[in-house]
């Protein structure tokens, strides 16, 4: 884990969210920290992703306010606003690949839209970053439906970070893949934070991600976040779904394992 700065870089504060008559969020306030890897958990239904949206702008809240970096989302002009996005590198839960493009040119297609580099040299640095997402050479050539689950999350990741950003929005990146192939991207992504300084805001089910490489957890229940700390407290806090999650018999299998990766630690 690394040494985390106090500061919020994003700030939901009295947020709600409803979809006709159903309220999905009501009055929920959650901050990211500068170089902090937050893990946010929930039953289904309770909201994840639509937080992760209504935090990078893809919808507009019913009420409350997402600054990030201090700067109100909703408040600014078109041009503003595109500026701040660029700030942000989101990996959706499929991968969300262009299909008709090739892995490098989904990744050079942000830096031509966006940073306004030439198609020679935006491919240029698509290989770049698809190499420090750890793909081979030859997968730049490949079409999405030519990669394996694994490749694909990494080709997202890819594109994900083609601009710089400094916040990553990761959602469930390591569903549908294997345990040695999701331990190896959560790996990746905490050596990539470590790297890049980057915030990593991560919606996940994946135990093992949790115990691995997150510093805080967030819980979403009843229509807010009903508590957001370190792994240990979280785990403590008495609710009934927080014990179920953690002290089920796949939590105490991933806080096992998680303690045999640190010898220091009695299991």
């Excluded at 309770?46 to 209504?54: A, W």
């Excluded at 839960?93 to 493009?101: E, H, I, Y």
Aim: with cysteine; aromatic share 4%.
């Amino acid at each position: 884990m690394t040494k985390l700065q106090d500061d919020p870089i994003v700030e939901v504060r009295g947020l709600v969210n409803r979809f006709g008559t159903q309220t999905i969020h009501q009055n929920l306030d959650l901050d990211i920290r500068r170089g902090e890897i937050l893990g946010v958990v929930g039953g289904s239904g309770t909201g994840k992703s639509v937080l992760l949206r209504s935090i990078v702008g893809l919808r507009r809240p019913t009420a409350g306010s997402v600054k990030v970096f201090g700067e109100d989302l909703q408040q600014l002009g078109p041009a503003e606003r595109s500026r701040l996005e660029r700030r942000f590198g989101v990996l959706f839960q499929a991968g969300a690949l262009f299909s008709s493009l090739t892995v490098t040119e989904n990744v050079a297609l942000p830096l031509i839209e966006h940073a306004g580099l030439s198609r020679a040299d935006a491919e240029h640095l698509a290989s770049m970053k698809l190499a420090l997402a750890g793909l081979p050479a030859n997968a730049g050539q490949k079409f999405p439906s030519e990669l394996s689950g694994g490749m694909v999350k990494r080709a997202a990741l890819a594109r994900a970070l083609a601009l710089d950003p400094d916040i990553l929005f990761l959602d469930e990146p390591t569903a549908g893949l294997d345990p040695i192939g999701a331990a190896a991207f959560d790996e990746l992504i905490r050596t990539l934070r470590d790297a890049m300084g980057l915030s990593v805001f991560l919606v996940t089910h994946d135990l093992d991600t949790l115990y691995a490489i997150c510093d805080r957890i967030a819980v979403l229940s009843d229509k807010r976040v009903l508590v957001a700390d370190t792994l240990d407290r979280v785990a403590a806090t008495d609710n009934a779904w927080i014990q179920d999650y953690f002290h089920g018999p796949r939590g105490r299998a991933a806080s096992l394992a998680a303690r045999r990766n640190r010898p220091s630690e009695p299991v």
